[in-house]
C-alpha cells in the first residue's frame, strides 16, 4: 500500500542523491585536475617567457645578434609560449564550464 510507495519513493530520492554526489564530485576532481594543469601550463610559460626575455637581453648586448640560431632559438621559444597559451586558453575554458556546470 502506500508505506510501501512511500518506502520505494524515499529509496528513489536516496538513489537520486548519490548519483548526484557522484557526479558532483567527479566534477570537482576534474575541475583539481584542469586547476592542476593550468598552473603547472602557467608555470612552464612564465618559465619559457624568462628564457625568451633573457635570449633577448643577450642578443641586445651583444653584437652578434645576428647569428641565425639565436634568431632560432628565439623564434622556436616564442612559438612555444604562443602554443602554452592556446592550450592554457583551452582548459580555462574548460575549466569555466565546469564551473557553470557544478
Not at 27 to 55: F, H, P
Not at 68 to 95: F, G, H, N, Y
Amino acid at each position: 500500500g502506500a508505506a510501501t510507495k512511500h518506502a520505494a519513493a524515499v529509496a528513489k530520492v536516496k538513489e537520486v542523491k548519490a548519483q548526484l554526489e557522484q557526479a558532483t564530485a567527479a566534477t570537482e576532481s576534474v575541475r583539481r585536475d584542469l586547476q592542476k594543469k593550468v598552473a603547472a601550463l602557467e608555470e612552464s610559460n612564465s618559465g619559457l617567457k624568462q628564457a625568451l626575455q633573457r635570449k633577448n637581453a643577450e642578443l641586445a648586448s651583444s653584437a652578434a645578434a645576428d647569428r641565425p640560431e639565436d634568431r632560432i632559438e628565439i623564434d622556436r621559444l616564442k612559438m612555444e609560449v604562443q602554443s602554452k597559451a592556446r592550450v592554457l586558453a583551452t582548459l580555462q575554458k574548460q575549466l569555466s564550464e565546469a564551473d557553470e556546470d557544478a
